[in-house]
C-alpha cells in the first residue's frame, strides 16, 4: 500500500464549478501536509501547506482530519488557468523528515 | 535569484552510455534531493543530501550515483544506462525552517533507447 494515495482523475469540471480533492495517508506519523501543483511539463511547486486548523487562500481551502488520516483541497470558482495536477505532500517524522508524494490528482477545467 | 537550475533539459542516451545530470541551487539550502517522476508512479527519491559533504540512498538509488560538489551544487549520475531509467528527472532543495518549502528545478526528460 502507498503511504500517500490520491484519486488520479482525471476531474473534468466546467469554469466556476466547486471541487473537492481528497488525499489519503497511512503513516500516522506524518507530522506535516502541503498541496503542490503541478503543470503540464513542468515541475512541482507548493500551493500551499495544510494546517491542523485548516486554512484558506483565496479560492482555496484545505483541511486536514488526523483521526480519519486524510487531507483535502477544495477549489471554488474554477477557473481555466487551475488545471493542472495536484499532489498532496506528507512529511513523516520517522522517516528521515522526507517528503513523500502522492501520485496526483488531474483536474481539467473545462470553459 | 534563478532558483534551482538543472542541465541539460532534454537528453538521449543509448543503452550503456553514461552521462552526468547537473543542478545548482542558489538560495543557500542545505539540503538537495534528486527523483525521477514516471507515469502512475508519482516522484520517487532517487538520492539526497542533508548537508554538505553528505548523501544518502533514497527509494530508488539503483544504476545512479551523485555528488554534493559544495553547498549549490548536486550531480546525479548514470554509469551505464538502461531503458528502465527513461524517465523526467527532478532536482529540487529544501529550505527548511518554519515555511519548510522544496523548490524543484525545471526538470531533465531522458530518454534511453
Known amino acids: 500500500r502507498k503511504e500517500v494515495e490520491q484519486d488520479p482523475g482525471p476531474f473534468n469540471v466546467p469554469e466556476g464549478a466547486t471541487v473537492a480533492f481528497n488525499c489519503t495517508y497511512s503513516n500516522s506519523a506524518s507530522q506535516s501536509f502541503f498541496w503542490y501543483r503541478q503543470d503540464c511539463r513542468k515541475e512541482p511547486k507548493l500551493l500551499m501547506s495544510v494546517y491542523s486548523s485548516g486554512n484558506e487562500d483565496g479560492r482555496f481551502t484545505a483541511q486536514l482530519n488526523r483521526a480519519s488520516q486524510y487531507i483535502s483541497l477544495l477549489i471554488r470558482d474554477s477557473k481555466l488557468s487551475d488545471s493542472a495536477t495536484y499532489l498532496c505532500v506528507v512529511i513523516i517524522r520517522n522517516a528521515g523528515n522526507m517528503l513523500t508524494f502522492g501520485g496526483g490528482t488531474r483536474l481539467m477545467v473545462k470553459p | 535569484n534563478a532558483g534551482v537550475t538543472q542541465t541539460p533539459k532534454f537528453q538521449v542516451l543509448k543503452t550503456g552510455q553514461s552521462m552526468t545530470l547537473q543542478c545548482a541551487q542558489d538560495?543557500?539550502?542545505?539540503?538537495m534531493y534528486w527523483y525521477r517522476q514516471d507515469p502512475g508512479m508519482g516522484l520517487r527519491l532517487i538520492y539526497y543530501?542533508?548537508?554538505?559533504?553528505?548523501?544518502d540512498k533514497g527509494e530508488v538509488p539503483n544504476g545512479y550515483n551523485v555528488s554534493r560538489l559544495n553547498k549549490r551544487e548536486f550531480s546525479l549520475r548514470l554509469e551505464s544506462a538502461a531503458p528502465s531509467q527513461t524517465s523526467v528527472y527532478f532536482c529540487a532543495s529544501r529550505s527548511g525552517g518554519a515555511t519548510d518549502t522544496q523548490y524543484f528545478g525545471p526538470g531533465t526528460r531522458l530518454t534511453v533507447l
Open positions: 543530501s542533508a548537508s554538505e559533504g553528505t548523501t
Open positions: 538560495m543557500n539550502h542545505n539540503s
